[in-house]
């Protein structure tokens, strides 16, 4: 379905986790990998090289037990906005394999044009983005489990979360089927979303006042989508790069484990 | 120079550089070499998953034939659309390279992976002589059978074959299931299932239950955890690690492992001397109260809790106060995912902290359920020789003397069966479990199989019972064959489930209930007439009845209206009334580890993790992939040691040392953890696989090497809960 812009506002498709609810049971990781068929290998423990588009993260507070605190953080790709699109990959990338959609403010990674250059990697601070040093091998007979609406990636390429993109195709072709000008909030949710048995993930349009993620966090449009809301907070915002996911907690501690800070600094 | 320029502009006007770089992109990537999934029509299959006994729903999307992707399905009153890591990873099982693919018989020596692929009709009638035989020798008792279902037709099935064939050695993988049906038995008096209704909660206090780790059903407790933060409850965790459940409660209560009795009867003593309990329910409903008040006052004072369980005594008497005032409070037990049925001390001190705030059959309390009684076949009849041989006694002493209460208990039948000499046992059927796995000391367990000449397993995937078995019957997977699904553990409503053929089978697999059928036709005589059914199918049909359309339709069947009988009519001991038992407490009520501490400074404790599945199922790649690096790196597994012990004995992060218990040894990688107290070591259940697949396959090591059961002097189930150990430095 071709939306003509003039009509419909441009989305902003967002992320909000809320680590109060997460559990680190790590279900929002399978079930990305079984939805973007992302492969695996013998030995995934070295996690620099472990294909894995959302991760969660384990922080700690740092205090002797028994006064321990812990805190797992899922990190899918922030589909950084920057300022007008200039997402730190998007800028650094010569292929154009990475792109800033300004319908959808989705992060784009075209694995054909990728050449594997990696710069993209060196200018993502989130770690968000991985390399296929190895042609994915699939044990005799589990490549039937791929799924067609996601192209499974080749050896040299670079890839990453993609906000289940496809869904969002696929969406918009029921709707267009369906005779409908426009999808709801419930129509295009991404895998881990769906999957979280927590409850803790809820996406949807920043832009629109009606989806839940704009009124959890009620992204400032003046300061780049700063939350309003105290207890929202987003990874390394000090940074500018404006990223479309969110996270909630009630801790002191883990909003600041969010930002690198100094030992002294407020 | 004229050189220089030369070469300069023929290298940037030649289109070699840029086709050489084209081509080695291309080449380096290989684009064709990468697999083109088939595109095709989309379809969906909804299901009820049984990779563990939580009866989740799943919704299978399909490409044509092909499964693609496992969801949660929306509309299930067990997980709402919400789904955990294993069950998305199940197609990995289903198209994996662990599947068996026919049936099998062993050529060379056990263990050693030499297999023949033979026909079905070869494969049963090689069992029904061995059946045959024994029966001919009047010793029809030394087949034993071991399930991980207890319920459900398949089941009931097996036990049906062993009644009328003649053996009363039908065992179920305990857990803590069997613990609160023998504290229901003896408390509420009635033979029942334990239902927790867990969303109608105001205050969870836990005594070590994972509920974020896969404690009963894994996806219902996430959600009500959830349901309880929205609601602004309170959850407290009792236990000596920082679980992922400790982390997530709103107070986390660092004990020494294995006392939780003793906190539960420290709160008792609270709530009795404070007259904070529910009078209403104590006064007119109740039995036994002044001698179990007598007991807790005697023995239990906060002063002397506080000594035993590390907890300090103002934090007892805080906590019971908040407990007995909150809004429908709640306690539950049973350590991690409950797999070992544990002390039943526990249970009883437990279950009698939620009398006394008087939750028992309440919204937001323990609830007792029936026992599912759709399977309504008619009584089996045995024989002259099957009666003979079920006059003998149970080879793990079940039902007999100490354990009349306890009806199978799989912890005791390695030991039974090494202590007697000669082979009390000469056939093993093992369906749905792998206990050469997941039991503890499986040294031992190992040696006791080796007493058994004939292990026929039923597993789909090559596990380590299977691979140490003589002959394989491989059943379809759960996506590929029907199956009633028995009421997910702790869930508080009557529930049955369909698990449907989602594809058809891939493999020369076979139902394990056509087998039985089959094996019980070909024996002939009572034991054929005991089989009417044709097929598997037509049984459950038949057994389903009226269920049977809307379990196609919805896939599975609840009963909401259910509520549990009132105070006046719940409770069937003489009294008609609840009773304050002392029975588990008269025993010791604290089940020691096995060891010295003088040799065996440390304690070792097993924990779960909802990543690593440990139960028969192992991990699939998906899944291990998620194992973090201070777990699991390469092949070695990290154990949890405090800094404050590391210190001691001289130990850094990520160093080598060797791990010894009383049962066994292995080297092992340090991990610094704030999360545990000094003096005890926390290791992974899950890992340490020697069969499955190279993604899991010896990977770390099985915590089971290294600890052995302990006999609780109640129920004689296994209520270990860790071992005393010693670091030392490689």
């Not at chain 2, 205050?203 to 780790?213: H, P």
């Not at chain 2, 093993?428 to 367990?445: F, G, H, R």
């Amino acid at each position: 379905m071709k939306e003509d812009p003039n009509h419909i506002k441009a989305r902003k498709f967002g992320m909000i986790i809320d680590l109060d609810k997460c559990t680190g049971c790590g279900a929002c990781m399978v079930a990305c990998m079984s939805e973007n068929n992302v492969p695996f290998k013998e030995d995934e423990s070295n996690k620099l090289d472990s294909i894995t588009w959302m991760r969660v993260y384990k922080v700690t507070n740092g205090k002797p037990y028994p006064d321990m605190e812990i805190c797992y953080i899922p990190r899918p790709c922030m589909h950084c906005e920057g300022s007008h699109g200039h997402s730190p990959c998007v800028s650094v990338c010569p292929a154009t394999a990475t792109d800033y959609d300004q319908a959808t403010g989705i992060v784009s990674q075209i694995y054909t044009r990728c050449f594997g250059c990696r710069y993209c990697m060196a200018a993502c601070p989130y770690h968000a983005r991985y390399f296929n040093w190895w042609d994915p091998v699939w044990p005799t007979g589990m490549e039937q489990y791929l799924s067609p609406n996601v192209s499974p990636r080749m050896r040299g390429v670079v890839e990453k979360c993609t906000f289940c993109f496809h869904r969002y195709q696929l969406a918009k072709d029921r709707a267009f089927y369906e005779g409908r000008k426009t999808i709801e909030e419930g129509d295009y949710q991404t895998a881990c979303t769906q999957a979280c048995p927590a409850g803790a993930i809820t996406f949807g349009d920043l832009n629109n006042p009606h989806h839940k993620v704009n009124q959890l966090v009620e992204p400032d449009p003046k300061h780049n989508g700063r939350p309003k809301n105290p207890n929202a907070f987003r990874l390394l915002e000090r940074l500018g790069t404006n990223p479309k996911v969110y996270y909630l907690t009630s801790r002191e501690w883990v909003k600041r484990a969010g930002d690198n800070y100094l030992k002294n600094e407020d | 120079m004229s050189l220089g320029i030369g070469v300069a502009a023929g290298t940037t006007l030649s289109p070699l550089p840029w086709k050489v770089t084209d081509d080695l992109s291309i080449w380096t990537q290989r684009w064709p070499w990468t697999p083109v999934p088939e595109d095709g029509e989309t379809s969906h299959v909804n299901s009820v998953c049984t990779l563990c006994p939580g009866g989740c729903g799943i919704s299978v999307r399909k490409i044509n034939d092909r499964a693609v992707k496992i969801e949660g399905m929306t509309d299930s009153q067990i997980n709402d659309g919400g789904i955990c890591i294993l069950g998305l990873s199940g197609l990995q099982l289903l198209y994996g390279p662990t599947r068996i693919r026919s049936p099998l018989k062993r050529m060379g020596k056990r263990g050693s992976g030499k297999w023949e692929p033979i026909s079905w009709e070869q494969a049963i009638s090689t069992v029904v002589q061995k059946l045959d035989e024994l029966r001919s020798q009047e010793r029809p008792h030394a087949v034993a059978c071991i399930s991980g279902q207890k319920n459900g037709t398949v089941a009931e099935l097996l036990k049906r074959f062993l009644t009328t064939y003649g053996s009363p050695n039908f065992m179920h993988v305990p857990s803590i299931q069997d613990s609160y049906e023998l504290t229901l038995s003896m408390m509420n008096g009635v033979q029942a299932m334990a239902g927790i209704d867990v969303e109608n909660a105001g205050y969870v206090l836990s005594f070590s239950s994972g509920t974020l780790e896969g404690w009963g059903s894994p996806v219902r407790m996430f959600k009500a955890n959830s349901k309880l933060r929205d609601n602004k409850g309170k959850m407290v965790q009792i236990e000596s690690r920082l679980s992922n459940t400790a982390a997530k409660a709103d107070k986390w209560i660092p004990i020494n492992p294995g006392t939780e009795a003793d906190l539960a009867l420290g709160l008792a003593y609270v709530i009795v001397q404070e007259a904070l309990y529910s009078r209403k329910f104590v006064e007119n409903y109740s039995a036994g109260f002044n001698q179990f008040k007598a007991f807790v006052i005697n023995g239990y004072s906060p002063n002397k809790v506080a000594n035993n369980t590390g907890v300090d005594s103002s934090i007892i008497i805080a906590l019971a106060r908040d407990f007995a005032k909150a809004a429908n409070p709640l306690a539950i037990c049973g350590r991690g995912q409950g797999d070992t049925p544990g002390p039943l001390a526990e249970f009883v001190a437990v279950h009698a902290l939620n009398a006394l705030v008087g939750n028992i059959n309440q919204k937001g309390g323990i609830w007792s359920l029936p026992e599912p009684n759709y399977i309504r076949w008619p009584a089996a009849e045995p024989d002259e020789t099957a009666k003979q041989g079920l006059r003998e006694k149970r080879i793990d002493g079940a039902g007999n003397g100490a354990y009349s209460h306890t009806r199978s208990l799989l912890n005791r039948f390695p030991e039974a069966l090494n202590s007697q000499k000669g082979d009390a046992i000469k056939v093993l059927l093992v369906s749905a479990a792998n206990p050469l796995y997941t039991l503890p000391d499986t040294k031992s367990i190992k040696k006791a199989i080796d007493k058994i000449p004939f292990v026929i397993s039923f597993s789909s995937y090559m596990d380590e019972t299977a691979r140490y078995s003589d002959l394989l019957l491989p059943n379809h997977t759960y996506l590929e064959r029907f199956e009633d699904v028995v009421q997910p553990a702790g869930f508080h409503q009557p529930y049955i489930g369909l698990s449907k053929p989602v594809v058809k089978p891939l493999y020369l697999t076979r139902h394990t209930g056509d087998v039985v059928i089959a094996m019980a036709r070909a024996l002939k005589g009572n034991i054929s007439r005991a089989f009417p059914w044709k097929s598997y199918d037509e049984c459950l049909k038949q057994t389903l009845g009226a269920k049977l359309n809307s379990l196609m339709a919805k896939g599975y069947w609840i009963d909401e209206k259910y509520t549990p009988p009132t105070w006046a009519k719940a409770f069937k001991k003489t009294s008609k009334k609840f009773e304050f038992t002392l029975t588990p407490f008269k025993q010791p009520t604290r089940v020691l580890p096995k060891g010295d501490a003088s040799t065996f400074p440390l304690l070792l404790i097993p924990y779960d993790s909802v990543r690593l599945a440990n139960d028969r199922i192992g991990d699939p790649p998906f899944m291990i992939k998620t194992v973090e690096d201070t777990v699991l790196k390469g092949k070695d597994v990290f154990v949890e040691v405090n800094p404050k012990t590391a210190e001691e004995l001289k130990l850094a992060e990520g160093k080598t040392a060797v791990l010894t218990t009383p049962t066994g040894k292995a080297n092992v990688k340090i991990h610094l953890f704030d999360g545990i107290r000094p003096g005890i070591i926390a290791m992974p259940k899950g890992l340490g696989h020697n069969a499955y697949d190279k993604f899991l396959a010896e990977k770390g090591i099985n915590v089971n090497d290294l600890i052995s059961p302990v006999e609780d002097a109640t129920s004689g189930l296994d209520a270990a809960w860790g071992i005393r150990a010693m670091l030392s430095k490689l």
